[in-house]
C-alpha cells in the first residue's frame, strides 16, 4: 500500500495536465483515479501510480524525480506481494530495493543475498508497465536464480 503525500499528489497533478495536451480520456481517468483515492480514508496510490507510469511512457513524458522515487517505490512493494519471499532481492538505485520469492529458490535471511536483479529506475518503470520486456532490459544479474525475476513482470494493480 502506497499512501498518498503532497509532493506524488502534485507531480500526479503535472501528468494529468501534460497528458490532456496528447491524450484527453488518458489524462481524464488518471485524474479520475487520483481523485477517487485520495478521497478513500485510506489512500492506496499503488494503482494510480502504475497507471500514471504506463501513461507517461506511452506518450514519451517524462516523470518528475518525486513521481519516479513514488512509482518505483510502490511498484517494487507490488511485486513483494505478488511475490512473497527473500530469494532474491530487486534494487532499483538509488529509491527502492525489495526481497521477493519464487517457488523453491534458496531463502536469504541476512547478509548480501546469493541472488541479486539491479537496474535504473526507468528500465524498472519500462519492465513493470509491459512497455519493455525482459530481453530488451539492461539488468545487472548475480546468482544462479536472479533470472527468475522475469517472470514477475509486468506488474499487475491492485
Given amino acids: 500500500m502506497f499512501s498518498a503525500d503532497e509532493k506524488t499528489i502534485a507531480e500526479l497533478q503535472d501528468l494529468r495536465e501534460h497528458l490532456a495536451a496528447t491524450d484527453p480520456d488518458e489524462a481524464a481517468a ?3 483515479a487520483l481523485d477517487g483515492e485520495v478521497a478513500r480514508r485510506s489512500p492506496d496510490l499503488t ?3 502504475l497507471r500514471a507510469a504506463k501513461s507517461a511512457g506511452k ?3 517524462a516523470l518528475g524525480r518525486v513521481l519516479t522515487a513514488s512509482c518505483c517505490r510502490a511498484l517494487c512493494a507490488r511485486l513483494g506481494e505478488l511475490h512473497p519471499g527473500a530469494a532474491i532481492e530487486v534494487r532499483v538505485p538509488p529509491w527502492a530495493a525489495i526481497q521477493v520469492g519464487f517457488g523453491d529458490g534458496p531463502r536469504h535471511t541476512r547478509g548480501t543475498p ?4 539491479e537496474m535504473e529506475p526507468a528500465t524498472f518503470l519500462g519492465l513493470a508497465t509491459g512497455q519493455l520486456c525482459w530481453g530488451e532490459a539492461e539488468v545487472r544479474i548475480s546468482g544462479s536464480q536472479a533470472e527468475r525475476v522475469a517472470a514477475a513482470f509486468p506488474v499487475t494493480a491492485p
Fill in 47 to 49: 494503482g494510480v501510480l
Fill in 114 to 117: 546469493p541472488n541479486v536483479v
Fill in 30 to 32: 488518471l485524474g479520475l
Fill in 59 to 61: 506518450h514519451g513524458l
